[in-house]
């Protein structure tokens, strides 16, 4: 597959292929800081359409200063967040909290079977972390990104991005506390 | 307390970097129950947390995207901004069509005018003497 440069080269020139192998080979990533990030597994759909959009019809103000890969999970975080704000998702505050992070009865039914019971109560804790938390820890534990890309991702300083993560864990630990053989 | 506080800023480096200060984390944790707890429930989530497995995104979300796309490519479409993007122009581009449309009607397929176009413009027919009638 080519590199990732090459084929933002082409998307610039209107590339459409070129374009759907950049997709192909960022969805999943984009998709599960969606999801994480969002605290829901429908919106996150919505959100990664709309972070691939943006990114098609922003490509001419990525200069590559940085890696696609950031550029394209700072659109994806901001996107999550900025959804979040909106209040898109008052209409499902009503929603079982399952329905919404887990995909229990949705289209795709294997994913449910595949989650063990430890990934539920985790992405239940994560649920109920405030927003610029969720986003930290997705991108530092779930993604894997050092702390110098978390902090440029979501446009905060390293020590803000320390702190958002001590708490995120504090947090998480009251409600995974029945977890200790994790 | 000072050190509580200054080991506590410390923990998440701990946990993931080993700093270069760690002997002086792992002294004080040694002494310090609470910061050793404090240390033990984030080590219990971070843990929790890198178990989680990614998923897949769905596939049907390339063709949403690819569907957005190309209905803003056809939106941004010479024709689509003529007709729809200002109402002057989509006034202007209507009224051309309706007065193309009326005269082809007035014309007639064989280049022969129909029969009503032959009553207005004889200067016989009921019509023009009406016309002429009133002038």
Partial sequence: ?182 | MFECRRTRRRLIDYLDDSPPDARRVERHIESCPACRDELESLRLSRKALLSVRRSAAPERIWARVDSRLRAMEAESSPVWRLLSGRPTYAFAAGLVLFLVGACSLLIGPAGQAPPVVLMLISPLSPVGISVQGCM
């Fill in chain 1, 1 to 182: 597959m080519p590199a990732n440069d090459d084929l933002v080269e082409r998307c610039r020139s209107g590339d459409r292929r070129a374009f759907e192998e950049l997709f192909i080979k960022h969805r999943d990533m984009v998709f599960n800081v969606a999801w994480s990030t969002s605290g829901d597994r429908e919106q996150a759909e919505d959100i990664t359409q709309e972070t691939f959009v943006k990114a098609y019809l922003g490509f001419s103000g990525f200069r590559g200063g940085s890696k696609f890969s950031t550029w394209l999970y700072r659109i994806a975080v901001n996107q999550a967040l900025r959804t979040k704000s909106t209040g898109m998702r008052r209409a499902r505050a009503e929603q079982p909290l399952d329905d919404r992070v887990l995909p229990f009865d949705g289209p795709e039914p294997e994913e449910a079977l595949r989650l063990s019971e430890t990934e539920r109560s985790v992405r239940r804790a994560i649920c109920e972390l405030p927003p610029a938390q969720r986003a930290a820890i997705t991108l530092r534990y779930l993604e894997g990104l050092d702390l110098a890309e978390v902090a440029q991702i979501v446009g905060s300083p390293i020590g803000t991005v320390k702190s958002r993560i001590h708490h995120a864990l504090k947090r998480m630990s009251v409600a995974l506390g029945d977890l200790k053989d994790v």
